[in-house]
């Protein structure tokens, strides 16, 4: 890594955050050949609205800006600080898989050049050197609404407005500010920025299903605002990816390797059939999977992923593509790239000494047009001259074993005219495994002969996701728009026979036509019609849920889960048109992290897979959805119970003269009668008479709850003997059977999707109704009593779970509970000298609203000593007092 990438990084946002939050002091000039536009007027006081937003609802944490920026690298530059403002967790470039430690991005970004009269020109999002931004949002709110739009298909509003997956984020920016407080000088062209004049909506799109959950999209949108037309457009997404553990991101990234896969055998078939997948994808990950040499194996063998950049699509089929990648150094001998050596047609070009980095405009267009495809960085070392490729440099060896590396994948050309929009698409994809041996790399590595080292590297994972980013984006086999049009497929025939047609074409005289049929084949959709879906097999829709806390008669927290079903069992799949619905999961939690969360219990329904034999594969096909048991009575007889047919005692149908076994889906927890499972609140209730609540309030109102819900999909489950200090998030998730026909698992809702909190207390409803004491524990609170501990009660030292502080002095809590909404909360010595004041305000019905606490700490911020104390709880409910004790 070159640690001036950092300082210069300092510098930047230091002016940047200056000029951005002196809003009456900066105006962002805009270009003036842009055409009039709704988003920027230049008389006005205009400062970009820059913002980012975090993708964490799968295993690919990302963040994206509105400034043509992905990962947060450069959002500093930007004047943005690096928070998720939703959560307050920090915004993660490319954490994988996420929650982790473990970065794979520094930062990405979307190039444009294109030739504009005489001039070549090129707008960045970022890049890596000179620490040129040239792409801002319009500024904040209304008429320009430069901030970041969140769409979600969870919402049913939000498909209406176009939501295509769990989590959509929607930026809009251009390159035609010119302002030097927002847009700096290219110290390689010696000039101001020169825009383009182009518009870009940026929208990324991220799933947290198990087929979808190591990849975001992104769709650009891209809109010429000038007067001039664009000819030999070129655009591109340059990487630079520093895979690091984020304990150690100055020197992490000093061995990074890159490299282009073209290709891998489709996932989706079996391998015998032959089909293969181009994928296309450059991609970068750590040169050995340790982020120290020093640790001995298998300590630190954790940067063991990849990751990714697929472009699924471009303005047209019949683009060029270059990929490029380059070592970027301050000492112009270590500045390194793969460079073709010139010929007479096709002169080389210098870099002004530099072989890597392609400074100012005309170079960046140059490496975007040249169309160069380089060989992987493990393979620098090697003598590639016989290809065209400039002789290895004297430090060959040490770019092929790995260095802060960056790279650029590009594709043109084409032309743009003034007020035309262009589209492209790209998937940035992760996946694990992409190293599995912890000594492979001191083992298998010679610089000179790397193909060894290179065979086991494993893209099995990475290629399965890449293709499925492709999937996701364009539906294989789906006609979307209706004009008969499916896509490509590919047949593969598992048993072939010969056929004789014998036709006498003249007495005597007899012609034998031989055909080969395939007896047996399957077709795999390769790839879909052309117009873009963004769109895969969901699970169902997640129920409808409250929470119910109190404390039973020992004082111990109890949680009622009340949930109703009725979107969940109800709808069809949007994909596959199936009713898939299978079950449900109830899940408890103390972070909000979805991996820390514990299923309780689980109900599904009871169904069976069918596996049949098939003869002519030799092997046992799943090729149907699951049967129901009554389903399976109807057809076999009353007393048939598949759990008998087992792959070890096989059923024969005489009937389809097919053998069968037989496998629960799921574990067939169907019991709802249990009152300590999932049960039905009103279990004689029939399914309703029609399935529309406006219509069954009018014509059978008995069958909806007193809030309107149908009482046949009314569920619960209670949750007991939970401590009432601890807030706990629950969540209840629907989950499918999957598709065996298409190979997909089953889908299971997000838990983080309908989580709510609460506290196992009585909510203050009923403290306010009923004028409940307050109860304060642990009380005596003892210092020795290890209350951080699971013997200890839990009551104090949470703050470790979700990334606090240890320290003894600040871990300590004394709780509060049977609070109103709104009171304070005062603790006096014997003395009457107040100790400190507690202001308790929260909207009533809120989780936390009938419990605090104190941490022991003094309004003097000194620790609290041994002693007897009162302390007393104001409301308009009235007054209470009690005493405490301390023992340190």
């Not at 920025?193 to 975001?216: C, G, K, M």
């Not at 002789?391 to 802060?404: H, I, N």
Request: glycine share 8%; proline share 7%; aromatic share 14%.
């Amino acid at each position: 890594m070159n640690l001036v990438k950092y300082a210069v990084s300092a510098i930047l946002t230091a002016v940047i955050l200056l000029s951005a939050n002196q809003p009456s002091m900066a105006r962002a000039k805009y270009d003036s050949d842009a055409q009039s536009s709704r988003l920027f007027k230049t008389n006005a006081i205009n400062v970009p609205c820059t913002q980012l937003a975090v993708h964490n609802i799968n295993k690919l944490g990302l963040t994206i800006t509105n400034g043509g920026q992905f990962g947060s690298g450069f959002a500093n530059d930007m004047g943005i600080p690096l928070i998720d403002q939703v959560t307050g967790a920090p915004a993660a470039s490319a954490i994988y898989p996420y929650p982790g430690t473990n970065k794979y991005l520094f930062a990405g970004s979307f190039w444009i050049g294109a030739v504009v009269g005489r001039d070549t020109l090129v707008s960045v999002g970022c890049e890596g050197w000179s620490y040129i931004i040239e792409m801002m949002p319009p500024p904040c709110g209304s008429p320009y609404n430069g901030e970041i739009e969140r769409l979600s298909i969870s919402n049913p509003e939000d498909i209406l407005l176009g939501a295509k997956s769990e989590q959509d984020f929607i930026a809009t920016y251009t390159d035609t500010v010119t302002d030097p407080s927002y847009v700096q000088s290219d110290p390689k062209d010696g000039r101001p920025h020169i825009p383009l004049n182009i518009e870009i909506t940026q929208r990324s799109y991220a799933w947290s299903y198990d087929y979808a959950a190591d990849f975001v999209l992104f769709d650009y949108e891209i809109k010429s605002l000038g007067r001039k037309d664009l000819n030999g457009v070129y655009m591109g997404f340059y990487v630079d990816g520093d895979v690091t553990p984020l304990s150690d991101e100055h020197e992490g990234a000093q061995d990074d390797i890159c490299g282009f896969k073209a290709e891998i055998p489709y996932p989706f078939a079996p391998p015998e059939c032959g089909i293969i997948d181009p994928i296309r994808i450059a991609w970068i990950a750590d040169n050995d999977g340790r982020h120290s040499d020093e640790i001995q194996c298998p300590g630190g063998f954790e940067l063991t992923g990849v990751t990714g950049m697929r472009v699924v699509r471009t303005p047209s089929d019949s683009l060029n593509y270059s990929f490029n990648w380059w070592i970027s150094n301050g000492n112009a001998a270590k500045d390194f790239g793969p460079r073709m050596a010139g010929t007479p047609s096709d002169p080389f070009r210098d870099f002004g000494g530099y072989l890597g980095t392609p400074e100012g405009d005309r170079n960046k267009y140059y490496i975007m047009r040249h169309e160069e495809f380089d060989y992987d960085q493990l393979f620098t070392a090697c003598d590639n001259t016989v290809n065209g490729w400039l002789p290895p440099s004297s430090d060959a060896g040490d770019f092929a074993d790995g260095y802060d590396t960056r790279y650029l994948l590009s594709f043109g050309p084409f032309d743009i005219a003034p007020g035309e929009v262009l589209r492209v698409s790209f998937a940035y994809v992760a996946g694990e495994d992409f190293h599995s041996e912890c000594q492979a790399f001191e083992n298998l590595w010679n610089p000179g002969f790397p193909q060894e080292y290179y065979n086991q590297l494993n893209f099995d994972k990475f290629g399965r996701n890449a293709s499925w980013a492709a999937r996701i984006y364009d539906n294989p086999g789906r006609d979307t728009n209706g004009d008969s049009t499916f896509g490509e497929f590919a047949v593969c025939c598992y048993d072939t026979s010969y056929v004789y047609d014998t036709t006498e074409v003249e007495p005597g005289v007899y012609l034998i036509d031989t055909q080969l049929v395939c007896l047996d084949a399957d077709t795999f959709w390769l790839t879909g019609d052309g117009v873009p879906d963004f769109e895969g097999a969901r699970p169902p829709y997640p129920p409808k849920m409250w929470i119910y806390p109190s404390l039973d008669d020992y004082n111990r927290g109890v949680l009622r889960v009340r949930f109703n079903g009725f979107e969940s069992e109800t709808r069809r799949d949007d994909f596959s048109g199936d009713y898939d619905f299978e079950g449900y999961r109830i899940y408890q939690g103390i972070t909000t992290i979805p991996s820390d969360f514990v299923m309780l219990v689980t109900y599904d329904r009871e169904d069976y897979n069918r596996y049949e034999y098939n003869n002519t594969r030799n092997e046992w096909v799943l090729i149907e959805t699951p049967f129901t048991l009554e389903e399976l009575q109807e057809k076999y007889g009353p007393e048939f119970d598949p759990n008998v047919y087992n792959v070890d005692n096989l059923f024969y149908d005489a009937a389809d003269t097919a053998l069968y076994y037989f496998t629960p889906q799921d574990w067939n927890q169907a019991d709802l009668t249990n009152p300590d499972l999932i049960h039905k609140i009103y279990p004689d209730e029939p399914p309703p008479t029609v399935l529309n609540a406006d219509s069954a309030l009018l014509y059978y109102p008995e069958e909806l709850t007193d809030d309107g819900y149908f009482k046949y999909y009314e569920y619960e489950y209670t949750i007991k003997n939970l401590l009432p200090s601890q807030l706990y998030y629950i969540s209840v998730t629907a989950f499918d059977y999957g598709s065996p026909i298409s190979g997909l698992p089953s889908l299971e809702t997000a838990k983080n999707q309908n989580m709510v909190a609460e506290y196992a207390q009585n909510t203050n409803a009923i403290v306010e109704e009923q004028r409940l004491n307050v109860i304060v524990y642990p009380n005596p609170y003892r210092n020795d009593a290890g209350y951080a501990s699971a013997t200890g009660g839990n009551f104090e030292g949470r703050d470790a779970v979700t990334g606090g502080s240890l320290n003894p002095e600040r871990i300590r809590r004394v709780h509060f509970t049977n609070l109103p909404h709104k009171c304070t909360i005062r603790i006096f010595t014997l003395d009457g000298d107040l100790v400190r004041e507690i202001d308790h305000d929260f909207p009533e019905g809120d989780p936390q609203s009938m419990h605090d606490t104190w941490d022991l700490i003094t309004r003097n911020t000194q620790a609290a000593v041994s002693g007897i104390y009162y302390y007393s709880v104001e409301s308009e409910q009235g007054s209470q007092i009690g005493k405490l004790v301390i023992i340190m």
